[in-house]
């Protein structure tokens, strides 16, 4: 991601968070909306146990769903916004949140599972070339899962702030890291679930 293209997600999303303070709201998410993907992510993986790389963590809502629920991981959530991660450090000090653009700062470790949860939703200039990048880096340190989620192109009502990804887009991309991958339409009306296997 370019200078300035980084410059604006993160002025976004700081933004957002003044604004909406510390709700599902200020990452772009309703509450319902937010859970119900959380619980479509928590049903393609086995977390307990586990070792999680959750890409674009925001404030860290996908541990705190993690931890409410009793599953206990090896969790780690980086976002390249400092103000949601002061959020997540201040909310879920036993855990690892860090501020990192993996494409300037290369990850030391490897995860059983990368999960990137809208994480390339906001339209931003050449945000699918970036999704491509990102997917390539983060697949490299994934052991056994890389779950991705984002809007589908199908979609009839459509936002002009954000991003929609077309089936096809998505198979070019996975088939350029594996071919063990599967695209599920049908889990939250209107996302795209990628799911790419080692």
């Given amino acids: 991601m370019d200078e300035l293209a980084k410059e604006y997600v993160i002025d ?3 933004k957002r968070l003044i604004h909406f303070k ?19 992510v928590v049903e393609l993986i086995n977390p307990e146990g586990k070792s999680i790389l959750d890409f674009g963590c925001g404030k860290g809502d996908f541990y705190g769903f993690l931890k409410q629920r009793g599953i206990k ?29 993996i494409e300037r ?11 990137a949860i809208g994480v390339f939703n906001l339209a931003v200039q050449d945000i699918k070339e970036l999704m491509q ?9 994934t052991n056994e899962k890389l779950i991705l989620t984002c809007l589908n192109k199908k979609t009839k ?13 998505l198979e070019k991309i996975s088939k350029k890291l ?16 990628l799911i790419l296997n080692k």
């Fill in 133 to 141: 990048r990102c997917l390539e880096i983060l697949f490299q340190h």
């Fill in 22 to 40: 510390d709700s599902p709201e200020s990452v772009g998410w309703t509450a319902k909306g937010q859970l119900l993907r959380y619980e479509a």
């Fill in 12 to 14: 976004f999303f700081t």
């Fill in 105 to 115: 700062e290369p990850l030391d470790r490897d995860f059983n599972y990368t999960l």
């Fill in 73 to 101: 991981c090896d969790y780690t959530g980086i976002d390249i916004n400092p103000s949601l991660i002061e959020v997540a450090i201040k909310n879920y000090p036993e855990t690892v949140f860090y501020v990192k653009d």
């Fill in 178 to 193: 594996t071919n063990r991958y599967q695209i599920v339409d049908n889990l939250i009306e209107g996302d795209l679930f």
């Fill in 157 to 169: 009502l459509k936002d002009i702030g954000v991003t929609y990804f077309a089936i096809e887009e």
